[in-house]
């Protein structure tokens, strides 16, 4: 009987929800009848909130005083594209954003509502606190989702303007949210920038025993910001966030997903806003902040073949601390999470390729002393070529003059905060001007690159870093990789040098920068070491036919190794990546003349079995035998290989040997 009721009850909630009909707002008056105000206070489990208000778009909506009740309905729809005149945008993330939002929550009226709720029990931490407000207060509610609204504020608000304004705050319960073509911080009219000091802003909730002992944690889950996998209509999904003083996105939960918005730049996305100072005493944080936990986190593209080319993020720059910014752009803090990517990102960097953003900081710190990232292309034939990342760092250049790095080398690190327990893969990215790869070879006087990459060296000791040979050319690359432990293979990363970075290590005028900051800024292919294209059989050294890149002269070109835990394969979204090599140009080169002479290194006899070994060449090869030295013995075939060790056997006493190359 027990067990009938509760179907019964099941039943009923499933026919209110599924005949829920649209909550229509018809005024921007909040003490009125039809107002926004009223629909917030009277929500029901899957309500859609939509917009009719007369007259012509945007329609402002004042914060009401003590602001909105926080919304505790689950599987709500706030929408504002249903007001008439309001339209979604339709162009791709590399083309100006021509989005037209017609409804505006505005609390520059001061309005605002506390997020001090009360938790389970009153020693709960419930991440948020009585010097915190939101425009959107949502508690326990799962599955909002909130489009086409313009969210417009002050940074602080109160009394004595010691509270801080989120535009959206999401607490205890409330997972599954779609935040999607919204405007973050910016008005309609595309130029006016009003931020609240967060624009979306999560935290988690901890459950405390009278001891203060944390008993159990609930976090913010399964946040969509912009473009959600498998979209049907990419573009109509992405939001803007401008004029944020502490953090556009913070966010403390996992399975997180941002995809397909800007970040500190403005709708034609070549112009970035930089909030540095915007508001005195605000402390800027980053672009996004990604808190405790963290697992299976995206920033930007997911490569599974859908909606790649519009779920990349443009992000602007950032000034660093010292200069009264942060010191990088993203932040993973108290992270020790798995499976977290950031992909196919244009940061520091418009979306014509060209207009540089106002940067000077990492684009990540990485950190977590066990973490897994993966910054770039998992290279697994899936939209790799929308997966790396655009770096581009260190503009302008009278903000940030190269002989100022002298003054702390051990800084310059491309990721701020990388942890030696952790690991990066940094793969298929476009780099430009940035700081060593993954971090500075000064830091911790040294140490710390070694230390970092001892987890997959055979010994560390003996160099961490790959090299070129200093006689490649077009048509083939050749050079050495540390020796990887037991279990990890090797793939390398062949990549044009970029200049500007070059030049910038090189006017830093820091010693152990003489070669510069190198790094790769074009991929050209990857190779995989001691594997079946590998045309060098010596361990730990390669040499690979490039002739089909079809590069140029003179082209500087850097490598990157990537020790992959497993069978030899360029696809592992595991890989630790290396520093890059220094660069080296490419002489002039022809196919047809061999890489190397063929050198014989090792041959071992069992009975008339001798095993040859060798080096040089260009594959198949034919191992040839006769028995004397004489114009009368004939050259005999003993063997065909397309490797460089064979086994013969010998006839007779005395017998010679020779390898002709059967290849180019």
Do not use: C
């Not at 025993?209 to 159990?216: H, I, L």
């Not at 966030?241 to 730049?265: A, H, K």
């Not at 001892?454 to 690359?477: C, E, H, Q, W, Y």
């Not at 002489?587 to 090792?602: E, H, N, Q, W």
């Amino acid at each position: 009987m027990r067990i009938v009721t509760l179907l019964a009850i099941s039943v009923i909630l499933s026919f209110r929800t599924a005949l829920a009909a649209p909550v229509m707002v018809t005024t921007e008056d909040n003490t009125a009848q039809g107002s926004l105000a009223d629909a917030i206070t009277n929500l029901h489990d899957g309500d859609i909130i939509q917009f009719n208000i007369p007259g012509p778009a945007p329609h402002t909506i004042q914060t009401p005083e003590g602001g909105y009740p926080y919304i505790t309905a689950n599987n709500v729809t706030i929408d504002g594209y249903s007001q008439p005149g309001s339209f979604a945008n339709s162009n791709p993330i590399l083309a100006p954003n021509n989005a037209q939002i017609g409804i505006i929550l505005d609390s520059r009226n001061g309005n605002y509502k506390l997020m001090d709720y009360a938790g389970y029990t009153p020693n709960d931490d419930t991440g948020f606190s009585a010097s915190e407000a939101a425009i959107l207060g949502v508690i326990d509610a799962t599955n909002l989702t909130v489009r086409g609204i313009s969210f417009l504020g002050p940074a602080t608000v109160g009394p004595n303007q010691d509270i801080s304004l989120y535009s959206v705050a999401l607490a205890r319960l409330a997972s599954g949210a779609h935040i999607s073509g919204n405007w973050f911080g910016l008005s309609p009219d595309g130029t006016t920038v009003a931020g609240t000091a967060d624009g979306i802003a999560g935290f988690r909730y901890q459950g405390r025993d009278e001891n203060a002992v944390v008993t159990n944690v609930v976090t913010i889950d399964n946040t969509v910001i912009g473009v959600s996998k498998n979209s049907t209509n990419a573009p109509a999904d992405f939001n803007i966030f401008v004029g944020q003083p502490t953090t556009p996105i913070v966010l403390e939960g996992n399975g997180t997903r941002i995809s397909g918005n800007y970040i500190m730049v403005l709708p034609n996305g070549t112009s970035d806003y930089n909030v540095t100072d915007l508001v005195p005493g605000a402390q800027f944080q980053g672009a996004i902040r990604i808190g405790p936990d963290g697992n299976n986190t995206l920033i930007g593209v997911d490569g599974d073949g859908t909606n790649d080319d519009n779920e990349r993020n443009v992000i602007g720059g950032a000034y660093p601390a010292a200069k009264g910014g942060y010191d990088h752009t993203i932040e993973f803090y108290n992270q020790n999470g798995t499976n977290i990517v950031i992909a196919g990102n244009y940061i520091g960097l418009g979306i014509d390729g060209s207009s540089r953003f106002t940067n000077g900081v990492p684009a990540l710190n990485a950190s977590g002393s066990s973490a897994r990232f993966r910054f770039g292309s998992d290279f697994d034939g899936v939209s790799d070529g929308f997966e790396g990342n655009i770096v581009a760092n260190n503009w302008p250049p009278d903000i940030f003059d190269p002989t100022e790095f002298a003054a702390a080398p051990d800084k310059l690190n491309f990721f701020d905060e990388l942890e030696t327990g952790g690991m990066v893969s940094v793969r298929g990215n476009a780099l430009i001007n940035n700081f060593p790869s993954p971090a500075s070879i000064l830091r911790d006087n040294g140490s710390f690159l070694s230390n970092y990459m001892s987890k997959v060296l055979l010994d560390p000791s003996k160099g961490f870093m790959p090299t070129l040979a200093a006689s490649n050319t077009t048509d083939r690359i050749s050079g050495t990789v540390p020796l990887p432990a037991n279990g990890y293979s090797v793939v390398v990363d062949l990549y044009s040098a970029d200049p500007e970075g070059i030049q910038t290590g090189q006017q830093s005028a820091v010693p152990e920068f003489t070669k510069g900051w190198v790094q790769g800024k074009r991929y050209l292919g990857s190779f995989t070491v001691d594997g079946t294209k590998d045309q060098n059989s010596a361990t730990g050294a390669f040499d690979f036919d490039i002739s089909a890149l079809k590069l140029t002269t003179n082209l500087p070109v850097t490598i990157a190794a990537n020790y992959i835990l497993g069978a030899p394969a360029i696809h592992n979204a595991r890989a630790l990546t290396s520093p890059f090599s220094d660069a080296e140009n490419l002489l002039p080169g022809s196919s047809s003349v061999p890489p190397a002479d063929i050198k014989i290194t090792s041959f071992t006899q069992t009975g008339n079995s001798l095993t040859l070994s060798w080096t040089g060449g260009n594959p198949p090869f034919t191992v040839q035998q006769k028995p004397a030295l004489d114009a009368t013995s004939q050259w005999t075939t003993a063997s065909t290989t397309s490797q460089r060790t064979a086994m013969v056997t010998m006839s007779g006493k005395t017998g010679f040997l020779r390898i002709a190359q059967n290849g180019p």
